[in-house]
């Protein structure tokens, strides 16, 4: 017969290993967040933004032409752990806070598609950085 506190004992590790997993996934999504960032080299627009929006505004313009649905952009906040639609209207919310910072065209919004760095932002970032000043 299976001994129940032995059992519990064995559930109890494999859910803090489980916590540890998800903690590491998280780290891990904060710093592939950044790594986009950095490598588009942006830093003008960057710099108004926290974090936060950094990681999503750089998801959208890595991702340009294509649209990216809130699911998806809700995988790459980092420090995003709540539920799906929690999750999903954190999305809305920090799309309005970068149309706030860089520009109400910044973001396109596709209903029912998701979103997407805008053709007029894109050009903005892509010209020179004395003409951008």
């Not at 494999?14 to 916590?19: F, K, S, Y």
């Not at 998801?59 to 340009?64: D, F, G, H, K, S």
């Not at 752990?81 to 919310?93: M, P």
Request: proline content about 6%; some cysteine.
């Amino acid at each position: 017969m299976i001994d129940p506190f032995r059992w519990r004992a064995r559930a109890l590790a494999l859910e803090a290993e489980l916590q540890q997993a998800d903690a590491t996934i998280e780290v891990l999504k904060g710093a592939l967040a950044a790594e986009i960032v950095e490598a588009i080299n942006v830093p003008l627009w960057a710099e108004y933004l926290t974090p936060q929006l950094r990681a999503l505004m750089g998801a959208l313009v890595a991702r340009y032409p294509r649209y990216m649905s809130r699911e998806a952009i809700s995988a790459c906040i980092p420090h995003r752990d709540h539920t799906l639609d929690e999750s999903l209207q954190t999305v809305s919310v920090n799309v309005c806070c970068i149309r706030r910072a860089l520009g109400p065209g910044a973001v396109e919004t596709l209903r029912g598609a998701g979103y997407r760095a805008s053709p007029a932002f894109m050009a903005r970032i892509a010209e020179p950085a004395h003409a951008q000043s």
